[in-house]
């Protein structure tokens, strides 16, 4: 059975696929702001979630608040 969505460190993002080229795109929830990643492969979507999931960590730190979600 498929996942619905992707997680990591308590964040979870979604699992869309556009029909046109069927690259993988997806957006995290859960959160204010709008934070987006794609792939060409399951492998590429995952590490640009991951990656979009840490920049959001880096960037909360950065303004003095904490992340929404602990690890």
Avoid at 5 to 26: A, C, Q, R
Avoid at 40 to 51: G, H, I, L, P, T
Wanted: glycine fraction near 8%; include cysteine; proline fraction near 3%.
């Amino acid at each position: 059975m498929a996942q619905k969505t992707v997680m990591h460190k308590g964040y979870h993002g979604t699992i869309e696929v556009n029909t046109k080229d069927y690259s993988l795109f997806g957006t995290i929830l859960f959160i204010d702001e709008e934070i987006t990643y794609s792939g060409q492969s399951f492998a590429e979507f995952e590490e640009n979630f991951r990656k979009g999931v840490e920049d959001h960590i880096q960037l909360c730190k950065e303004k003095g608040q904490d992340p929404p979600f602990s690890e």
